[in-house]
């Protein structure tokens, strides 16, 4: 699809059913994750990729220490197109639920300088980063969907998936199904 990427926001072992922050049914993205790639020249991804000590900790249980099990990618996920990884939430004060937050590479940039202007996002959480990643797309002037079925949210109150993709739309974000893929 041209001018567009597919990027996949934090598909990490520890967001996964039996992980330190598993998302409830989280690992029922991956097919239609694996699914959506092959309509995609572009396809990225984001790491939450935290230290062992952060703030961020007071408010989550220890999940996705930079370099660890929790924080790889699960078996299951093809990996095998992913062009570039954005690692985020990596300093102590830093929650980083926003891919736009990566430090070891500029998403914004990254993105212009290649000419991509629209961004299909999948992945977890839909009421943590793949909310914020989706609105700071939009709000920086990118095309933004959100495909539902390839995003799970935490819901730690139950409306939360809900209200999260109530404010994505507010921001301007298509929330779309998988098989109006073809027709963006
Ligand atoms: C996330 C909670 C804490 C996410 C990351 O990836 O949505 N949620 N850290
Ligand atoms: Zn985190």
Redesign the pocket.
Known sequence: MKNAALFI??VQND?LPGGA?AVPRGDEVIEPVNRLISSFDTVLASK?WHPPRTL?FDQ?PV??VRGTEGAAFPPGLNISRIQKIFLK?TGYAD?G?SAFEATNEDLESYLRIRGIDRLVVTG??T????KATAIAAARKGFEVYVVKEAVRA?NLQPDDEQKAFEEMQAAGVRIISENQIHRL
């Open positions: 926001v934090d967001f922050l939450d961020h989550w999940h996705c939430g929650d639920y977890l959480a009421d943590y980063c793949v935490v």
